[in-house]
Each structure stands twice: as structure tokens, then as C-alpha cells.
Nanobody
Framework: QVQLVESGGGLVQAGDSLRLSCAVS????????MGWFRQAPGKEREFVAS????????YYTDSVRGRFTVSRDNAKSTVYLQMNSLKPEDTAVYYC????????????????????WGQGTQVTVSS
């Protein structure tokens, strides 16, 4: 069974940094495009970042570009989200997701392209 397990969330102050990790079943990891999404209370789940199979291509939503960095270690079957200069509006449950590769895209920015999801990790940024 495919499993994605996030960790690294917590309560921080505005301006602080956090690094989220997502450990994935080794069987699939290197074959999948990985993504990070988040969902704030009362809001829909939104795309945050995506990374290609090799890690050579990344894509971010505008609100986090320049502050967040997505990376992956295929040898460890883990994807990371380094979050710097955190803001209160970054408060949300963060989810990692895995999607099958395609010939047309190296990264995905919509939830329907991802087949597998983690349970999420809470990030709270106080002002």
C-alpha cells in the first residue's frame, strides 16, 4: 500500500523557518511527480509547489515563490518543503501528494493530477 507521511509542522512566529518532510513508499517515489498543497480553515485546498521526478524542475504558486523551496532525495524517498520568512497567512495544514508522470508535464499544479496523498501536517504562524 502506498503511504505518504508528512512531518515537520509546528507553531512558529512570523519570519521564522520550517522544513516539512514527506516520506514515501519506496516502490513509487522515483517514478512520481511530487507536490505540496495546503488548506487553511474555511478555505479550499490550494497548490503550493511541485517538483519533477529528477528534481530538475520546480514550480511554485506566486504567494510562496522566493520564500519556499521544494526538493527531493530519491535515495531517501523523501520530498521536502523548506519554508522561510513565514507569514501568518501561511497557516494551514500542509499535504504532500504524488502523481504519475506524463509526457506533457514535468510538474503539476492541480490536485486532480495527484493520485496519492498524505494525512497532512499543521503549520501555524503567529504574528
Amino acid at each position: 500500500q502506498v503511504q505518504l507521511v508528512e512531518s515537520g509542522g509546528g507553531l512558529v512566529q512570523a519570519g521564522d523557518s520550517l522544513r516539512l518532510s514527506c516520506a514515501v513508499s519506496e516502490r513509487i517515489f522515483s517514478s512520481y511527480i511530487m507536490g505540496w498543497f495546503r488548506q487553511a480553515p474555511g478555505k479550499e485546498r490550494e497548490f503550493v509547489a511541485s517538483i519533477s521526478r529528477s528534481g530538475g524542475s520546480t514550480y511554485y504558486t506566486d504567494s510562496v515563490r522566493g520564500r519556499f523551496t521544494v526538493s527531493r532525495d530519491n535515495a531517501k524517498s523523501t520530498v521536502y518543503l523548506q519554508m522561510n520568512s513565514l507569514k501568518p497567512e501561511d497557516t494551514a495544514v500542509y499535504y504532500c501528494a504524488a502523481g504519475p508522470t506524463s509526457s506533457s508535464s514535468r510538474t503539476y499544479s492541480t490536485a486532480d493530477r495527484y493520485n496519492y496523498w498524505g494525512q497532512g501536517t499543521q503549520v501555524t504562524v503567529s504574528s
